[in-house]
């Protein structure tokens, strides 16, 4: 056996760590390239209005929710 036990623990926390840094590293930058990827292909799109019977729905489901108080 080379080294102590502690010394080889040591060793296999930092390179697991090491690893895993180095996996979420490059999981981001992918991750921020596909985010500017899709936004560059992807025409923009204007948000939709709200109807006014989606109006009405949300006013009626905020007034029966008032009455349970």
Do not use: C, Y
């Not at 080379?2 to 090491?18: A, D, H, K, R």
């Not at 989606?54 to 905020?62: L, P, W």
């Amino acid at each position: 056996m080379e080294g102590s036990l502690i010394t080889q623990g040591l060793t296999l926390m930092l390179v697991g760590m090491g690893t895993v840094f180095v996996f979420l590293t490059a999981l981001v930058a992918a991750t921020t390239v596909m985010s500017r990827l899709l936004l560059r292909l992807q025409p923009a799109q204007a948000p939709a209005g709200i109807s006014d019977e989606e109006i009405a729905a949300i006013s009626s489901a905020i007034a029966q929710h008032r009455k349970k108080n």
